[in-house]
């Protein structure tokens, strides 16, 4: 035969070689080439996400403590807290 031969269990004409697809495994590695950039990038976001919520716990724990420290050295200094009256005189 001008085409090739068929292999055993094979019948009729070789396949036109213009309408083939490409290889699975071509598809397969493009397929996992975006896959590991997706991964890439998610891992890059959950570590930029993490960075901001470590910066936003430590300044949160900053200001209680600030606040904490001015209470208790209102507290030793015995100093009742004056808080104006509002009462209107009748």
Same mark, same amino acid.
């Given at each position: 035969?001008?085409?090739? *031969?068929?292999?055993?269990?094979?019948?009729?004409?070789?396949?036109?070689? !213009?309408? @083939?697809?490409?290889?699975? *495994?071509?598809?397969?590695?493009? +397929? #996992?080439? &975006?896959?590991?950039?997706? &991964?890439?990038?998610?891992? #890059? /976001? +959950? !570590?930029?996400?993490?960075?901001?919520?470590?910066?936003?716990?430590?300044? %949160? *724990?900053?200001?209680?403590?600030? $606040?904490?420290?001015?209470? @208790?050295? /209102? +507290?030793? %200094?015995?100093?009742?807290?004056? /808080?104006?009256?509002? !009462?209107? $005189?009748?």
């Amino acid at each position: 035969m001008a085409g090739g *031969s068929l292999e055993p269990g094979q019948t009729g004409a070789a396949p036109n070689q !213009r309408k @083939r697809k490409a290889p699975a *495994s071509a598809a397969a590695a493009e +397929d #996992d080439a &975006e896959a590991e950039e997706l &991964e890439r990038e998610v891992a #890059d /976001l +959950d !570590r930029r996400i993490l960075e901001h919520l470590r910066g936003t716990a430590t300044r %949160l *724990s900053d200001a209680v403590a600030s $606040r904490v420290a001015a209470l @208790r050295s /209102l +507290d030793r %200094l015995g100093t009742p807290l004056s /808080l104006p009256s509002y !009462r209107t $005189r009748v």
